[in-house]
T-cell receptor, first 112, second 113 residues
Framework: DTAVSQTPKYLVTQMGNDKSIKCEQNLGHDTMYWYKQDSKKFLKIMFSYNNKELIINETVPNRFSPKSPDKAHLNLHINSLELGDSAVYFC???????????FGSGTRLTVV | KNQVEQSPQSLIILEGKNCTLQCNYTVSPFSNLRWYKQDTGRGPVSLTIMTFSENTKSNGRYTATLDADTKQSSLHITASQLSDSASYICVVSAGGTASKLTFGTGTRLQVTL
């Protein structure tokens, strides 16, 4: 059983489109995150949610909008996709903020 | 500014050999340091986590050390296997109410026959 699952695994789309990435965790964790990993393999925090509430928003363009319908889910919607959005996006969860992360397998987004 | 630097950037070793990866950080106040292994196409998986008072911690063939005075950590891999080929990421957590993780850029390890 996958603890943190993301869908889709791969996403290829044209500039200007709107797309969503879904994330679900079955670990009972209170905190969930979205990270972006660029071509240099550097992981950078985008958002953090604790019990469905946004607690960290790291200067991400407002084209990115996270949504947490419940504490087991954190989805990422991206409007007006740009070439620079191409990256691997990782969802993660932890029992409390910044402790004991479990990462998903990532979603490779390619904007053409 | 909190930073985590790792070296070398990439490393190729023969199967069965040992290797050591380095991590230097300037995160303050320090809370804990973790090493993650990230296989190609997968998410990072935690190997070890060390707090201020811990000098060394092992997980199978992986041994992490921490020198909080010099703000350095190392990850030693013993008797490497082909499956050790991956990126190894050092992550340092700042303490306090503004708890935040700072990620290193990783060391790409390739184990060959």
């Amino acid at each position: 059983d996958t603890a943190v699952s993301q869908t889709p695994k791969y996403l290829v789309t044209q500039m200007g489109n709107d797309k969503s990435i879904k994330c679900e965790q079955n670990l009972g964790h209170d905190t969930m995150y979205w990270y972006k990993q660029d071509s240099k393999k550097f992981l950078k925090i985008m958002f953090s949610y604790n019990n469905k509430e946004l607690i960290i928003n790291e200067t991400v363009p407002n084209r990115f909008s996270p949504k947490s319908p419940d504490k087991a889910h954190l989805n990422l919607h991206i409007n007006s996709l740009e070439l620079g959005d191409s990256a691997v996006y990782f969802c993660a969860s932890s029992p409390r903020l910044n402790y004991g992360y479990t990462f998903g397998s990532g979603t490779r987004l390619t904007v053409v | 500014k909190n930073q985590v630097e790792q070296s070398p950037q990439s490393l190729i070793i023969l199967e069965g050999k040992n290797c050591t990866l380095q991590c230097n950080y300037t995160v303050s106040p320090f809370s804990n340091l973790r090493w993650y292994k990230q296989d190609t196409g997968r998410g990072p998986v935690s190997l070890t986590i060390m707090t201020f008072s811990e000098n060394t911690k092992s997980n199978g063939r992986y041994t992490a050390t921490l020198d909080a005075d010099t703000k350095q950590s190392s990850l030693h891999i013993t008797a490497s296997q082909l499956s050790d080929s991956a990126s190894y990421i050092c992550v340092v957590s700042a303490g306090g109410t503004a708890s935040k993780l700072t990620f290193g850029t990783g060391t790409r390890l390739q184990v060959t026959l």
